[in-house]
């Protein structure tokens, strides 16, 4: 399967909460009219993360197809010109990006319900090429990353290597997804030895510059 991850911003001046809950209980209405979606999965930014200011994103969907014809064949239908006018009622599209992905899992845990998700959106060195920081960050990384206890479950997303033949690279080279019990868990990760080490692992792959992240909570509208 693929999955196709989009990050965006709400509208401008419009309230967290009214944002979240237009998301959640109306948008889904015209999603899941979407011909050939197998799973569709909203994570919200934590509420408490906008007491420090503006974060990256609100929030990223990721919607599951069996693959890119599947996605393609929605192209001008009246079902995916109805999503896309729902979404200019609660986001704003200058900030929204889409990244068609594959998923590697690295750690295959079951996170209790309310788990804090986050989500660290990637860009490879510049001296990498695609394979090269993919296979890094799968074989390398991944299994480093994975040894911090708190970990509940990880996720990579990565570009699929056909979204780079099109001239225009895409503006992250990847997503990753990691859940913690809640909070005070992550927190408690930063400072384990593993997770110290998975962070000095970090510039062997990435590019130099914070990597924007979000903690989120995800709901799931179609399993």
Do not use: C
């Amino acid at each position: 399967m693929v999955k196709a991850l989009s990050y965006f911003k709400r509208k401008p001046g419009m309230p967290v909460e009214d944002f979240q809950a237009y998301w959640r209980q109306r948008h889904p209405d015209v999603v899941t009219k979407l011909a050939g979606v197998r799973r569709y999965v909203q994570s919200h930014t934590l509420p408490q993360a906008y007491a420090k200011g503006e974060p990256a994103y609100d929030g990223i969907a990721e919607v599951w197809f069996d693959d890119t014809d599947a996605m393609r064949r929605l192209a001008g239908s009246p079902e995916y010109e109805a999503v896309r006018a729902d979404e200019a009622r609660f986001i704003d599209h200058a900030t929204m990006g889409l990244l068609i992905t594959e998923e590697h899992v690295i750690v295959d845990g079951d996170p209790p319900g309310g788990a804090v998700k986050m989500a660290m959106f990637l860009r490879r060195r510049p001296d990498l090429e695609v394979d090269a920081f993919q296979r890094y960050w799968r074989d390398v990384h991944g299994p480093i990353a994975a040894t911090v206890p708190q970990v509940k479950r990880y996720v990579q997303s990565h570009v699929r290597r056909s979204a780079y033949k099109r001239g225009r690279p895409p503006h992250f080279d990847g997503v990753a997804i990691l859940w913690f019990d809640d909070t005070g868990s992550l927190r408690a990760s930063g400072d384990t030895a593993e997770a110290a080490k998975a962070a000095a692992d970090l510039p062997n792959f990435l590019a130099a510059g914070a990597a924007p992240v979000i903690l989120t909570r995800e709901h799931v509208i179609v399993a």
